[in-house]
């Protein structure tokens, strides 16, 4: 669930409302990976093409060769920079070809849009990238990593634009795209996913609970963005058959003892 509204604070920020090459929100779905592209022209190409409602394309973010972002498109809505279309059990590209995506994220029958995050790169895939556009890629992706408690691996929540479409997209974001130095220099630091949960313990610690997010209502709860706990674990009866109940802000848990997979809320 967005806690923000998905606009980076660092981003110069050039919102493409004249095309509607965009949708807001994301139909339920959760960013599951960031996708790198490289835009085969210079910085001042994107806007125009993505607020041209004739060129049915945007992306969320540019990154210039002199470290310059835009942001065209909030992380919270549906940019259109990497679509497939479900056609009976197979995928195609825009230009209708069937292709065979590298990538296991994929909802089958789901457009890939609206669970990725999208980043074009100014250039050309032939040329190598510039340390100012390797510097604030990093600084975006590790925004990106604060907003949506994604973990950084390559091929997985990290990918490009060819891990798509195979056809017409192979060199996108070409060789020149440094991967590997990127998952490396991400290693460093907490991730959101991390400071969520320490926040989460502190917190709880804090109201005077301790919170063992390993048990099965902690679990469910977080899981179901109850809130923070309320209460220790305790125990009650319904007819002589004994539970485990615990209150969150926003529901009480609870399961028949022994029964930890069923957990339910009030
Ligand atoms: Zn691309």
């Given at each position: 669930m967005p806690t923000s509204n998905g606009l980076c604070p660092f981003a110069t920020q050039k919102p493409i409302t004249d095309s509607g090459n965009f949708e807001v929100g994301r139909n339920g779905q959760r960013v599951k990976a960031v996708v790198l592209h490289i835009g085969?022209?210079?910085?001042?190409?994107f806007f125009p093409t993505f607020n041209n409602?004739?060129?049915?394309a945007s992306a969320h973010f540019t990154v210039g060769k002199q470290g310059e972002i835009e942001q065209y498109?909030?992380?919270?809505d549906t940019a259109w920079a990497n679509g497939l279309k479900w056609d009976n059990g197979v995928w195609r590209n825009p230009r209708g070809i069937e292709v065979t995506p590298k990538w296991g994220g994929l909802i089958p029958a789901v457009n890939p849009n609206q669970y990725t995050i999208s980043i074009e790169h100014e250039g050309f895939f032939g040329e190598p990238w510039t340390e100012p556009m390797y510097l604030a890629n990093l600084k975006l992706l590790q925004w990106i990593r604060n907003e949506t408690e994604l973990e950084y691996v390559r091929g997985e929540t990290l990918i490009g634009h060819n891990d798509f479409?195979?056809?017409?997209?192979?060199?996108?974001?070409?060789?020149?795209?440094p991967f590997d130095r990127m998952i490396a220099d991400l290693q460093t630091g907490p991730s959101g996913r991390d400071a969520r949960r320490a926040a989460l313990i502190a917190g709880a610690n804090r109201m005077g609970v301790p919170l063992n997010d390993q048990s099965a209502l902690a679990k469910f709860a977080l899981g179901s963005n109850?809130?923070?706990?309320?209460?220790d674990e305790f125990q009650f009866q319904v007819d002589n058959v004994p539970y485990l109940g615990q209150v969150w802000s926003l529901a009480v848990v609870y399961v028949k003892?022994?029964?930890?997979?069923?957990v339910k809320r009030t």
């Open positions: 085969e022209g210079p910085l001042t190409a409602p004739a060129r049915k498109v909030s992380i919270n479409d195979t056809v017409d997209r192979p060199n996108c974001p070409g060789p020149n795209c109850l809130g923070i706990p309320l209460s003892m022994g029964d930890w997979g069923n």
